[in-house]
């Protein structure tokens, strides 16, 4: 072996605080066990029993419930005797100044397809490995994409931006929330559970193993 192979080998037995870069031997927790940064208590590594299962099962869960959004109706309001039904496509395209169809297509992204994009790409990196099989070529950058992804998925604030924005129509008219809205409220909680299941080091440790034809719990 090189002394460039030996000193790559070194490396991968070294695992780095993402927060403050304290280096330390890359061990394994049990399930139910953290591993945390002795310095800045960042949790390096949090293994929980059958995560990889809930994690797809979540991911496919996601991308139903945003095709389902697209074609239910998002919200109805009624003023005055008139009445007015959107779905999620009108509520973005609702600005009417030519220059703000950017800021519609930008919000279409952020709430609908990188959601729907980091769902994908977790399916097609870990449903393999549910079946006991080494992962797909690229499982890796997928893996690695919807975690770039995640800052930019942006469901909840949207979530959270319209509930603020029917507060203060509500004296004003009469608004009913559609089955697209509690869909999206549902999304909020399902990312939530997802976040806390999916702990990075554990993955990477679970397609490594998949890749060597090791059996994942
Ligand atoms: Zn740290």
């Known amino acids: 072996m090189s002394i ?13 605080c993402p927060t403050c870069d304290a280096l330390y031997q890359n061990v394994e927790p049990q399930f139910q066990q953290r591993a945390v940064c002795t310095r800045c208590h960042t949790v390096l590594s949090a293994p929980i029993k059958g995560s990889v299962a809930r994690i ?3 991911a496919i869960a996601v991308v139903v419930f945003l095709i389902a959004a697209v074609f239910l109706p998002f919200l109805r309001i009624e003023a ?4 007015n039904a959107s779905s999620i496509f009108d509520a973005a395209f609702s600005f009417s100044a030519a220059h703000l169809v950017v800021l519609s297509i930008a919000v279409l992204i952020l709430i609908l397809f990188i959601p729907m994009a980091r769902a994908a790409l977790l399916i097609f990196a870990l449903s ?21 992804l995640r800052p930019w998925s942006m469901a909840e604030i949207f979530v959270l931006g319209v509930g603020v924005a029917l507060v203060k129509i509500v004296d004003l ?17 399902f990312n939530v559970f997802q976040d806390t299941l999916l702990c990075r080091s554990s993955v990477w440790r679970a397609l490594d193993r998949a890749r060597n034809g090791v059996r994942n719990d």
């Open 4 to 16: 460039k192979d030996e000193q790559t080998a070194a490396l991968a037995d070294l695992i780095a």
């Open 80 to 83: 005055n005797g008139f009445k």
């Open 128 to 148: 393999p490995l549910l079946l006991q099989r080494p992962p797909f070529r690229g499982a890796y950058l997928a893996f690695r994409w919807s975690e770039d």
């Open 56 to 58: 797809v099962a979540l």
């Open 173 to 189: 008219a009469r608004v009913e929330v559609g089955a697209a809205f509690w869909l999206f409220s549902i999304l909020v909680v």
